[in-house]
């Protein structure tokens, strides 16, 4: 799911296009992208873009008389910009926002079909789409521990939820909680004020320098590889790789759709936590350690 970098990206790019220019219509391949009725998505047709705006990982247009077209990418939503309306591809394209400029393009890739559009009226209505997550580039350390503290869960989880910290997600929590160099599974209620104030400023370098480097990637240019796996992610996506930081190997614990990714050297003083699936299977036999992992490969492989 593209989070606060990528969404940055997009904004910035999507922005220098059609501010200030007319929205015709919203073309819908998949009339089910579509989640508002009143207004009707054709009262879009001539308006003015007068702004862009994100709320969470939405993306927002503001039109005139009070018109805002909100889009949620969800997990395999992605843009596409052509400056003129191209044939559309009824397997990838959901519908296509066509501009005196050009034409965005919204895709999904998979057979889950997430994404959604909503036309609403008027501040009181785009509010509704708010979950209430803190802006963390703007967030003070108090104000970040407090919020951190408000429920008693994992930092991993604390990190994604969109009620607590707008714009995080899996790929980057991951990322920010090695940069802290903090364990997934510890419980906000267990963290320390030293932990709270590294976890913060991890969190705000992260996301500062991962904003920076997909600005300077992308250049005046419209996104086209935005991802959750990137080359120079230091943990997600990672699984067995060395850290960049140690050299031990990305260890993963799966669960549902998602994935946690970390360094046990660098996050967990050598701990290896515990994968649902994995360690049900293996009871007893799950290794506890990065050690004694390598002492069963090497009995079993006979290195020495």
Known sequence: MPELPDITVYLDAIERRVV???????????????????????EVGGKTVRELRRIGKRIVFGLDDELFLVIHLM??????WHDKTPKLSRRLALAAI????????????????????????????????DRGGMEILDSSV???????????????????????????????????????????????SKMSDEQADRLHSATISTMTDWIARLRAETGEKFPEKVTAFRPEMAVHGKFREPCP????????IRYADNETDYCATCQTGGKLLADRGMSRLLKKDWPKSLDEMDDRITAATGDS
């Open 20 to 42: 200030g220019h007319a929205m015709w219509r919203v073309q819908l391949v998949s009339p089910f992208v579509l989640r508002s009725v009143d207004p009707p998505i054709s």
């Open 245 to 252: 930081v140690c050299g031990s190997p990305v260890q993963r």
């Open 75 to 80: 997990v395999a939503g992605r843009f596409k």
């Open 98 to 129: 066509e501009f005196d400029s050009g034409t965005l393009v919204l895709t999904e890739a998979g057979t889950k079909k997430r994404a959604s559009i909503y036309l609403v009226r008027g501040e009181d209505a785009l509010r509704e789409f």
């Open 142 to 188: 108090a104000d970040f521990t407090a919020r951190l503290r408000s429920e008693n869960h994992t930092l991993k989880r604390s990190l994604a939820d969109p009620r607590l910290f707008s714009g995080i997600g899996n790929a980057y929590s991951d990322e920010i909680l090695h940069r802290a160099k903090l364990s997934p599974l510890l419980l906000t």
